[in-house]
């Protein structure tokens, strides 16, 4: 009797109170097995005269059993359940809970239970008389039961689908519908819907197109997409919803607002298959008439290519079985119609129709094998009547236009063949002679050059279309046209023949190789043209750009390698000694120029082939330079400019090799510079053996110094694993002070800078001593000496910084004790600034340190630096000492511009008064990097607000070129653009009194001595124009 | 809807915009050392045609989805540029073309705009394309006109559709 107590005491308790403990108790009792116990204490509720007392009574048993675990209650009490809750349906007070409880029993009740829940629902509900939440009781039961005992209502057969369709007309409620629309799918596809389809459509089409718009914080997170969806696939469940769609579809087409076209030509698309052929062709007229409309007058992209993909599912449908065997024959219905009604369209080929009309066409070409067919036998032979006829010579660039469009369209439609035995011919073979026909002839033609070219394409780049024989020809007649576009008037077409030559390439270089290649490394001319024949230098300009970007294949590649060497000698050694050699060294320039630009292109696709240059093409290099540098200061090759091109070569060819290959090199690369054994890394026709080459000593002549750059490109790629020396201490040493000795210019110490602080990178650890003499020797002999000369101070802090950077790069525990010696300087007013901005070198990415180099580089080295010394930094630009507050500041700024924002964002509340500041230090290039630093964190951080009037007002002072002083284009041009930003970034009423001396300032602006900065002013205007409250 | 006035024009391709090689110079662009700030060349680059062009090729028809350089509304070629005076010509696609007035407005907001003030500007139809041209011309011309016309909010809403892309400058838009 102990447990009826407790459930008298639980059931008391509750309807009093209504707590959860109570239910959570009770739910136990009845996982227990004493249900019968509970009932028996809600007896006096269930029957109770009290309507509130019965609500409450029935809504605590349904709360009890929907909490219940599944196997909680036996068959029996599942019975008894069914039975009472279906009985309380018919009481007003209680149908609310027993409809709740009714609602957990599905999943557990038997067939005769799920018959009797649902004839009861039926008999007893009005959906009109509940609110949503209790019509979702009862849309749960519905779905449950369909989950659990589909058989059985199937059987119900019609007494099962009119009474639900009553049922659930009139729903509005998202989340029911959610349910709904899933019960309506699987009443149309497996229920014997038939009789009832009518009845059906009404409660399914009423709710298309979905314009749900969710409210704000709605708990249930159900997106309209969740809707569209839903209804969507209850659309497209029965081929019987025909009829009814087809009108619906048009009418919301024709009325709609363009996402509803969008909703309805995508529902479409999905519907077309399902509704079938037989349907689809009694629409057809008036469906092809309503997608037409959204294809020639397009409401937007996105509806254009719905459309089109609407009208291709159509056909599909329509068209879909015409491929069967024994149905050949002339194509007849949509397809032909519309093909018809499109070529006409192309009667007038210029005008703005014809390009929707062919993107019909060509969404065709995507359909059935025979709609391809005809439509390539009814478009293409119209486009080359066109083509031929005189009349019409005007439109033939756009009629080429429309071919290619068709070409590549054909060329898409053929999918990737599964086997090789069964290759489907491409669709355009039957025509292909005749198109290549126009197309040669079109190219030929300036006026038609672009679109032939564009057609051409298109066949080139179709598998199994052209011949080898064919694809011959087009290289041919590609080469010639573009031998006459080197003129500099039709830079596009070039362009556009190249990509052509390139797609060629990829499938066959030789073809490319024999005729193009050859032809166009014959026309550069043998010596350099002199200064004043403009037209050749432009001419060899032009060919060169497009030789760099055709030899990308391996085969044209060293072909090209192979023209050049001999020219590149002869234009470096055989040049006459005259006044004039600059002509020569431009040329040089411009010929290693094109070479880098193919090898960079090659290395960063990452080709194979570019090591191998290291044995056919590195020796040259070093040999012409290294024979120019004895030789003189006037040869070609001495030219700086030429010398740096070289070094990029080399540089490039040896990243590529891998690391025993490059110790090899490096073998021969230490002695020849260090020792002069310089024949060894040269070819023997340059530089024979017993030279004098030593580029370190005091006794080198600058062309020779000038060489240094080379000695940099070989040393800086190498891997971390290639010795350089028996003993790298005193090698890094020896590169280090002799190389500095002597530089005369700013090249040759960068140079030797870079060298220095890859190797600190590299080998590091093997560097204990050198490190330890620069830490306790060089620094206070070299920089912290004020007796020094300032050039050779400021000298020796751009080691120090090549060093930190060395070490930063992979975190080494050096680096900051190396840093951190910089802030000894920053009071001394020779070096002091040099110190500070050697903060923004240090965090930088240069080219240098980089992993294709092989440099030991960590993961966000640079934005651990910034955090870790911005602290530092910003307290002392805030620093009491002027000195000490400017040195800080010009470090800090220097800094910021260096690093990514994300790596400062969390400051900027702090760093914008700094910034501000530092805009004013007299200095160039602080200034420009203040403002470029303030304009990419304007793009992100919305903080600017507060500054925002001060900043805009003072940064108007720096986009003026004249009458005031210290300016600079790249001034003007941060400053145009950071003007340019704040709008987007600061609210209008902000900024608003403002607006008028912007726009009256920037007048000045527009007339600018400079085009660049102009277009900045004209832009930036343009956005304050705009800025509107 | 609003009339029409010509519901299929003929869509030109747009000009060629890419800049020959500098042919006064000895030395190719080294794009691997180029330095953006060519300070050095302080010599001073005019205001010419070709900039003025740029100005205006990227504005809308009012009409179509098009600009009006691919409907060769405006060219180059009809552009003069002489001291502080700038004459602009333009083409309507149809002579009865009712929308020429609002492309000459949207052509004179865009040089306000965009030209420093010193400069006069006359833009005009081509001589014989329109059946009203001196009326047209006269309006476009005329400050007051101009003046008045630029009160109008609804007519400056539908110039800034218009201008919305001015400043692409020949370049395609960037797809959305």
């Given at each position: ?184 799918r699987?009443?149309l596809i497996?229920?014997?819907a038939a009789?009832?389809i009518e009845?059906l459509s009404h409660?399914v089409f009423c709710y298309f197109p979905i ?17 569209r969806a839903?209804l969507r696939r209850c659309i497209s469940a029965s081929p019987a919803f025909g009829p009814f769609a087809f009108p619906i579809f048009l009418e919301k087409l024709a009325a709609g607002s363009p996402p509803i076209k969008r909703d309805t030509l995508e529902t479409m698309t999905i519907c077309f298959p399902v509704y079938g052929a037989a349907a689809a062709r009694i629409s057809a007229r008036k469906l092809w008439n309503a997608l037409k409309l959204e294809i020639f007058q397009p409401t937007d992209g996105a509806t254009e290519a719905a459309a089109l993909a609407a009208v291709q599912a159509l056909v599909l449908t329509i068209h879909g079985a015409d491929d069967a065997p024994g149905t050949e024959g002339e194509l007849q219905g949509l397809a032909r119609d519309a093909c018809t009604e499109c070529v006409g369209v192309l009667r007038e080929p210029e005008k703005s129709q014809a390009r929707p009309a062919v993107k019909v066409l060509c969404a065709f070409m995507t359909t059935t094998p025979s709609v391809a067919r005809y439509t390539l036998a009814s478009a293409v032979p119209h486009l080359l009547r066109l083509l031929?006829d005189?009349?019409e010579?005007?439109t033939?660039?756009a009629v080429l236009l429309l071919l290619s469009d068709l070409i590549a369209a054909a060329r898409d439609s053929v999918k990737p063949a599964?086997?090789?035995?069964e290759?489907p011919e491409p669709p355009l073979a039957s025509y292909k002679?005749e198109v290549?026909?126009a ?16 057609g051409?394409?298109g066949l080139?780049?179709t598998?199994?279309l ?564 | 809807m609003?009339?029409v006035?010509?519901p299929n024009p003929?869509i ?52 179509h989805p ?111």
């Amino acid at each position: 009797m102990a447990s009826t107590d407790s459930a008298e005491r639980l059931v008391t308790t509750w309807i009093a109170s209504g707590r959860d403990e109570e239910l959570a108790e009770a739910v136990q009792e009845v996982s227990e097995g004493r249900l019968l116990g509970i009932v028996k204490a809600l007896g006096i509720y269930l029957t109770s005269e009290q309507d509130e007392l019965r609500t409450k009574g029935v809504d605590f048993l349904a709360t009890v059993i929907a909490r219940c675990p599944e196997n909680a209650l036996n068959r029996q009490s599942v019975k008894v359940m069914s039975a009472f809750f279906c009985d309380k349906l018919d009481d007003t007070e209680t149908i609310v809970p027993a409809l709740k409880g009714l609602a957990s029993l599905p999943p557990i009740c038997s067939a005769a239970d799920a018959l009797l829940i649902v004839n009861a629902i039926f008999k007893h509900v009005t959906m009109r008389a509940l609110v949503q939440s209790v019509r979702f009781h009862v849309f749960s039961t519905i779905d449950g039961l369909m989950a659990h005992h589909r058989e059985t209502l199937k059987g119900m057969k019609s007494a099962f689908i009119a009474p639900y369709i009553a049922l659930a007309d009139g729903e509005k409620d998202p989340r029911n519908l959610l349910l709904a629309f899933a019960i309506a799918r699987v009443i149309l596809i497996e229920f014997d819907a038939a009789p009832h389809i009518e009845a059906l459509s009404h409660i399914v089409f009423c709710y298309f197109p979905i314009t749900f718009r969710p409210p704000a914080n709605d708990p249930y997170g159900i997106t309209p997409d969740d809707l569209r969806a839903a209804l969507r696939r209850c659309i497209s469940a029965s081929p019987a919803f025909g009829p009814f769609a087809f009108p619906i579809f048009l009418e919301k087409l024709a009325a709609g607002s363009p996402p509803i076209k969008r909703d309805t030509l995508e529902t479409m698309t999905i519907c077309f298959p399902v509704y079938g052929a037989a349907a689809a062709r009694i629409s057809a007229r008036k469906l092809w008439n309503a997608l037409k409309l959204e294809i020639f007058q397009p409401t937007d992209g996105a509806t254009e290519a719905a459309a089109l993909a609407a009208v291709q599912a159509l056909v599909l449908t329509i068209h879909g079985a015409d491929d069967a065997p024994g149905t050949e024959g002339e194509l007849q219905g949509l397809a032909r119609d519309a093909c018809t009604e499109c070529v006409g369209v192309l009667r007038e080929p210029e005008k703005s129709q014809a390009r929707p009309a062919v993107k019909v066409l060509c969404a065709f070409m995507t359909t059935t094998p025979s709609v391809a067919r005809y439509t390539l036998a009814s478009a293409v032979p119209h486009l080359l009547r066109l083509l031929a006829d005189p009349d019409e010579v005007p439109t033939r660039n756009a009629v080429l236009l429309l071919l290619s469009d068709l070409i590549a369209a054909a060329r898409d439609s053929v999918k990737p063949a599964e086997s090789e035995s069964e290759v489907p011919e491409p669709p355009l073979a039957s025509y292909k002679d005749e198109v290549l026909g126009a197309l040669i002839s079109g190219v030929g033609a300036p006026q038609t050059t672009r679109a032939a070219i564009a057609g051409l394409m298109g066949l080139v780049s179709t598998p199994r279309l052209l011949s080898e024989a064919e694809l011959g020809f087009v290289v041919l007649k590609a080469t010639d046209v573009l031998e006459t576009c080197f003129d500099g008037e039709h830079a596009d077409d070039s362009n556009a023949l190249l990509k052509l030559l390139m797609t060629v390439a990829a499938s066959a270089p030789t073809l490319v190789r024999d005729q193009t290649l050859h032809r166009l490394m014959r026309a550069l001319p043998a010596l350099a043209p002199p200064r004043a024949d403009n037209a050749a230098r432009t001419s060899y300009q032009h060919i060169l750009s497009a030789l760099s970007t055709l030899t990308g294949p391996a085969p044209l590649c060293a072909a090209f390698v192979s023209g050049l060497v001999p020219l590149l000698t002869a234009i470096a050694v055989d040049t006459p000694h005259d006044d004039d050699s600059e002509p020569a060294a431009a040329y040089l320039h411009a010929l290693l120029t094109a070479l880098r630009r193919t090898l960079a292109s090659k290395a960063d696709s990452e080709d194979a082939d570019v090591g191998g240059y290291a044995e056919a093409l590195v020796p040259v290099l070093f040999g012409v330079c290294v024979r120019a540098a004895l030789h003189g200061e006037d040869g070609p090759a001495c030219e700086p400019r030429v010398v740096g091109v070289v070094g990029d070569i080399i540089g490039i060819v040896v990243q590529s090799l891998p690391s025993p290959q490059q110790q090899t090199f490096v073998a021969g690369l230490v002695p020849a510079f260090l020792e002069g054994k310089v024949a060894a890394i040269c070819a023997a026709e340059h530089v024979s053996e017993g030279v004098r080459f030593l580029p370190f000593s005091a006794e080198a002549t600058t062309p020779v110094r000038n060489l240094l750059v080379l000695f940099e490109a070989g040393i800086v790629p190498l891997h971390p694993t290639v010795t350089l020396a028996a003993d790298i201490n005193v090698c890094e040493e020896t590169i280090l002070e002799q190389g500095l000795a002597h530089t005369n210019t700013e090249r040759q110490a960068e140079a030797v800078c870079r060298v220095v602080g890859s190797i600190v990178n590299k080998h590091v650890d093997e560097l204990g001593a050198f490190l330890e003499h620069k830490q306790s020797v060089y620094w206070a002999e070299r920089i912290h000496a004020p007796t020094n000369a300032t050039p050779r101070r400021r000298q020796a802090i751009r080691v120090w910084t090549s060093i930190c950077k060395g070490l930063l790069v992979r975190n080494h525990a050096l680096a900051h004790a190396f840093i951190g010696r910089l802030f000894e300087v920053f009071e001394d007013v020779e070096v002091g600034t040099e110190a500070a901005k050697a903060f923004g070198e240090i965090a930088a990415t240069d080219g240098v340190l980089t992993k294709r180099n092989a440099a030991v580089v960590k993961f966000l080295w640079a934005q651990k630096f910034a955090t870790g010394i911005l602290p530092r930094l910003m307290k002392g630009a805030q620093d009491d000492n002027s000195v000490q507050q400017h040195a800080h500041l010009i470090a800090l700024t220097s800094l910021l511009k260096a690093i990514p924002n994300a790596s400062y964002a969390h400051e900027m509340q702090k760093l914008m008064p700094l910034l501000l500041r530092a805009l004013q230090i007299p200095d160039a290039e602080i200034r420009a990097g203040v403002l470029e630093t303030l304009r990419s964190a304007a793009a992100q951080h919305p903080w600017l607000a507060e500054h925002a009037p001060t900043l805009a007002r003072q940064v108007l002072q720096y986009t003026k070129a004249r009458g005031v002083a210290l300016t600079s284009m790249r001034i003007r041009v941060s400053a145009l653009r950071l003007l340019g930003a704040l709008p987007a970034v600061v609210r209008y009423d902000v900024l608003h009194p403002c607006k008028a001396d912007v726009l009256r300032e920037l007048a000045e602006a527009l007339d600018d001595p400079r085009r660049s900065v102009r277009k900045e002013a004209v832009d930036t205007r343009e956005i304050w124009f705009k800025y509107n409250g | 809807m609003v009339e029409v006035f010509n519901p299929n024009p003929t869509i030109f391709a747009p000009a060629k915009s890419v800049k020959p090689f500098n042919t006064e110079s000895l030395w190719v662009e080294d794009p691997f050392s180029f330095d953006a700030d060519g300070e050095a060349a302080d010599v001073e680059q005019l205001i010419d045609q070709e900039e003025i062009f740029d100005l205006i090729r990227s504005i809308y028809d009012p009409e179509h989805p098009n600009t009006l350089e691919e409907l060769r509304v405006v060219s180059a070629p009809q552009i003069t540029v002489i001291g502080n005076r700038v004459m602009v010509e333009f083409t309507p696609t149809v002579p009865h073309c009712g929308m020429s007035t609002l492309i000459g407005l949207s052509i004179r907001v865009r040089l306000l705009r965009a030209l420093p003030s010193r400069f006069k500007i006359d833009i005009t139809l081509k001589p014989g394309s329109h059946q009203s041209e001196l009326a047209v011309n006269k309006q476009l011309n005329d400050k007051e006109r101009v003046a008045a016309a630029l009160e109008n909010p609804v007519l400056v809403q539908t110039l800034e559709q218009s201008l919305v892309n001015a400043s692409l400058r020949g370049q395609p838009a960037a797809e959305a």
